[in-house]
């Protein structure tokens, strides 16, 4: 089996981000945070498990999980250099560790975002009822935005999967393969080629179905001079890519899709150019919608120009009109414009790219080619 892989990756410095995010902790007036979001857990100990809580306290770490991850968690933990005492167990046993560990905490922070009414109730009444619960936003989430060294080798191998499993499978296009089939294939090669998994259902939506930007693949045949929208990513080592590529069997039937392509592949390269540090997301938004409006078709760009992108497909910043984020260095994310008309079909081109000093670079280098033979 060959691998797209790299051997290793450089390491990431999991123990780092906990004194950043006790700093936030602080302005955001809690001692302590109980982390519940999976990823962000992962982010914090390098713990890949199905079922964590993580108690962040001002000088201790308690990571509580159940029987099935007791070695794994350790071994994490250790690998990735995190120091945590680790308690393991059913829900008792691990309720029982985390309120000992919080007994003299005043404020505790959860994770608004994640936590649901229901649990809410029961943290507050059974298992911390001293505490004064506050609710946090995006304490964690601020900080994955900036991407280490380590994180962006692990999503550039993420995208040089993808990229190598659309070049793999492009040449079946041409013999009226259906959508789902499609799919699978791209699927199947980038598991081949060492992704971990996809970072989400995999999007082939030709013809009309391409007029719907999440339409889900079919048992639709792509026929000659079609338009094909190809959305997908792999994810390697717990990180996700995001690209789509549209693509036409022949030349494009008509000169609407013709011009809708050559729109949003203007679009798309001007949003790209945009994108720096300091740049205001909403204005990388603009700069791709003006695009679109100047050709008539302001109506017909149905979503919003990206988002951030790293262990979850879609994460912080958003890169839309009502966007109030700045793009700061080491932020990864997508640039992905799209014309949708019903009666036409659809185009979308994404790149996800490494916002940089002085531009961004792009980590999904597909060409971008819309005619396959
Ligand atoms: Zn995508
Ligand atoms: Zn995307």
Redesign the pocket.
């Given at each position: 089996m060959t691998t797209a892989v790299p051997a290793t990756f450089p390491a990431m410095d999991v123990a780092g981000r906990l004194p950043r995010l006790r700093e936030r902790m602080g302005e955001a007036g809690c001692e302590a945070l109980l982390v519940t979001t999976l990823a962000n857990v992962r982010y914090l100990t390098g713990f890949t498990g199905s079922a964590a809580l993580l108690l962040v306290l001002a000088d201790g770490l308690v990571l509580s999980t159940d029987g099935r991850y007791q070695f794994q968690s350790a071994e994490q933990l250790a690998g990735a250099g995190v120091e945590a005492h680790i308690a393991i167990g059913k829900v008792p046993a691990q309720r029982e560790a985390l309120a000992e560990a919080a007994g003299a905490v005043a404020k505790l922070g959860l994770e608004a975002a994640n936590v649901s009414w229901a649990r809410q109730r029961t943290f507050a009444s059974d298992w911390f009822p001293s505490a004064e619960l506050v609710p946090t936003e995006g304490l964690v989430e601020g900080l994955r935005r900036v991407k280490d060294e380590g994180e962006v080798a692990r999503m550039a191998a993420a995208a040089g999967i993808a990229d190598a499993a659309l070049a793999a499978v492009k040449p079946t296009l041409a013999g009226g393969i259906t959508e789902a089939d499609l799919a699978l294939a791209l699927d199947t090669e980038m598991r081949r080629l060492g992704a971990s998994g996809c970072s989400f259902e995999t999007i082939v939506a030709s013809g009309p179905n391409g007029a719907k930007p999440h339409a889900r693949p079919s048992g639709r045949r792509i026929g000659q001079g079609e338009l094909v929208v190809v959305?997908f990513g792999a994810i390697v080592d717990g990180y996700c890519s995001?690209m789509?590529r549209t693509v036409s069997v022949g030349q494009p039937r008509s000169a609407t899709l013709a011009r809708m392509v050559e729109v949003v592949a203007e679009s798309q390269q001007a949003g790209v150019d945009a994108v720096r540090a300091g740049q205001s997301a909403a204005e990388v938004d603009r700069v791709c919608r003006d695009i679109i409006a100047a050709a008539g078709w302001a109506d017909a760009f149905l979503h919003s120009t990206?988002?951030g992108v790293g262990l979850d497909i879609h994460e912080a910043p958003t890169v839309s009109a009502t966007s109030d984020d700045t793009l700061v260095a080491g932020y990864v994310v997508?640039v992905?414009p799209g014309v949708y008309l019903p009666e036409h079909g659809g185009v979308r081109i994404?790149d996800t790219v490494v916002v940089t000093e002085d531009g961004c670079r792009p980590l999904t280098l597909a060409p971008k080619e819309l005619v396959v033979a």
């Open positions: 959305d995001d789509t990206g988002h997508t992905e994404e």
